[in-house]
């Protein structure tokens, strides 16, 4: 057992960059003396100056006191060699991204701190235990990966590989807490929590677009809308720039032996190799003029032309708001036992696309249309199948749609949009917990403060219910044969008992 946690911390920060910098600057608020180095000459004053310029900010706002100001900066000192870094009890490393430039200077810090300083890394895509092997004492190894903006972002993910020390983990998890930040646990692999978790979201959507199923805008308004991301996909990937999203995509594909749930897009590689990088290409899905997103506007509703809409029995019952809705738009119901010759039949699929419910259902694919039952406040969904005609499209797409809740009309997929990229987040964070990288809670809360999602996957599939997210992934599989929808035993066994994704296995 370590005894560190009695003597006062001294956080060595190797690496003043964007990253180090951050790192630095929270630990000095939160009463620990910082040591920075960085091999640029120069670099290390240079990056305490920005760090005490930015604190000057936060005080000019009122945001903290010119006492606790002169306090942080005064924590603030540069290492002029590594060798300065002696003192210290935890060294943190926020250097190149390369495995053998981390080992090195792990190596090196391992002949200047004392056995008990913690060696820990902020890498976000290199193994914490590949570092740590190459290190004498590689049980005080760890990760301590934190989020760019680090002072706003605050999450920090504590990574533990096989070689790390229980009291390791304890004592990062002690000094996140008094530089303000949460702390989350996981265990060494591709991605960790938040970049592993991530990977739903994008390439559930990108697969969406691949399959022609809607425009990008389109994807980008109905998961923003529906089902409250902050940012739709496309919209996301050209903020973080494909020449960084795409590589993460592959990597974590390729660490995690071609796993199909990560599979990455070859839409995204061919862009990414014509250069549409985003923001900072100023051309990626969307156009950027002078940094403003050139908006694409949804397309224009068509006339209302009123025809009667039929819904079965049996899914009126199942879903009784959509038989409300109907009400509350002044929709002419034909309440027969089966459509009649003009009537618009409506069919709601959980998992299903329009072709398949339809045929199910004896009725004529040209007068059918789907809604999506699930996600009906908001923004509601329309689908069509390859023989709905256009008459009966445009007519529910004007019935369907008010000024508060605008309609999109997308072509026919299993699982419309939100089901698909939603059922694929939850199933990704319930894999997670089954793997036990994480616990349930701390999935959620890595996933909720890391990705800004509006529940963490648990609570959202909590949300829709594991049982209906459990439907909607045995459909896809049975609609694609592909593995990539296979449901986590998380998920299966907790839908099976009727219990809450959030419960840990006793
Ligand atoms: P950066 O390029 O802004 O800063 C790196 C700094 O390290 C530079 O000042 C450089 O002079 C210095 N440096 C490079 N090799 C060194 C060495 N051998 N010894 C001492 N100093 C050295 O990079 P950034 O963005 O701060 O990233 C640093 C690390 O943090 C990387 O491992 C990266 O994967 C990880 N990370 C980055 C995130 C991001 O959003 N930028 C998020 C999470 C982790």
Redesign the pocket.
């Known amino acids: 057992m370590n005894d560190s946690s009695k003597t006062p911390d001294v956080l060595g920060v190797?690496?003043?960059?964007?990253?180090?910098r951050g790192i630095a600057q929270i630990a000095a608020q939160g009463g620990i003396e910082v040591k920075l180095?960085?091999?640029?000459p120069g670099?290390g004053e240079e990056?305490r100056e920005a760090i005490v310029a930015m604190l000057g900010k936060l005080a000019a706002k009122g945001k903290m006191t010119e006492a606790d100001l002169a306090a942080a900066s005064a924590r603030l000192q540069v290492a002029a060699t590594l060798n300065d870094l002696a003192p210290c009890t935890v060294v943190v490393e926020?250097?190149?991204?390369n495995l053998d430039?981390k080992r090195e200077?792990f190596t090196q810090l391992e002949a200047i701190v004392s056995e008990k300083c913690i060696l820990a890394?902020?890498?976000?895509?290199l193994s914490v235990t590949a570092i740590a092997a190459a290190c004498k004492h590689s049980n005080r190894v760890a990760g301590f990966?934190?989020?760019?903006p680090v002072p706003l972002m605050k999450i920090v993910e504590i990574i533990s590989g096989p070689l790390t020390d229980g009291w390791v983990a304890d004592k990062l998890i002690q000094m996140a807490k008094a530089m303000g930040h949460t702390p989350v646990r996981a265990s060494d692999t591709p991605g960790f929590i938040v970049n592993h978790a991530g990977r739903g979201y994008l390439t559930e959507s990108l697969r969406i677009l691949g399959e022609s199923i809607a425009p990008y805008p389109e994807v980008d308004r109905i998961l923003r809308q529906s089902a409250g991301f902050r940012m739709g996909p496309f919209e996301l990937l050209d903020l973080t720039g494909l020449d960084v999203s795409q590589p993460v995509m592959e990597s974590i594909y390729n660490q995690f032996y071609q796993e199909p749930r990560f599979r990455p897009s070859p839409l995204a590689r061919l862009r990414q190799a014509a250069g549409l990088l985003g923001r900072k290409t100023k051309r990626g899905f969307y156009v950027y003029t002078e940094g403003q997103k050139q908006e694409i506007p949804a397309p224009a509703v068509p006339a209302r032309n009123d025809m009667s809409v039929w819904l079965s029995a049996n899914d009126a019952k199942a879903f009784p708001a959509v038989a409300e809705l109907l009400g509350t738009l002044g929709i002419k119901r034909d309440q027969a036992e089966r459509p009649g010759d003009k009537s618009i039949c409506l069919v709601l699929p959980v998992g299903q696309d329009v072709t398949t419910v339809a045929l199910a259902q004896g009725l004529d694919p040209e007068r059918t249309v789907g809604l999506d039952p699930l996600f009906l406040n908001k923004q509601r969904t329309l689908m069509t199948n390859p023989k709905t005609s256009p008459a009966v499209r445009d007519a529910a797409h004007a019935m369907f749609h008010t000024e508060e809740v605008p309609v999109s009309v997308i072509h026919d997929s299993a699982g419309f949009v939100c089901q698909r990229v939603v059922a694929t987040i939850v199933n990704i964070g319930c894999d997670i917990a089954q793997q036990s990288i994480a616990t349930p809670e701390d999935i959620d809360k890595a996933v909720t403060l890391g990705l800004g999602y509006p529940k963490g996957p648990l609570a959202m599939g909590d949300a829709l219910g594991a049982a209906t997210v459990l439907k909607i992934l045995d459909n896809l599989f049975d609609f694609y044969r592909d593995p990539r929808y296979r449901p986590s035993p998380w998920l299966k066994r907790r839908a099976m008992l009727g219990m809450s994704l959030l419960t840990p296995d006793s």
Do not use: C, P, Q, W
Not at 14 to 20: D, E, P
């Open positions: 190797v690496g003043a960059g964007l990253m180090g180095y960085d091999n640029r670099g990056a926020a250097i190149v991204e430039v200077l890394t902020n890498t976000s895509s990966h934190f989020f760019s």
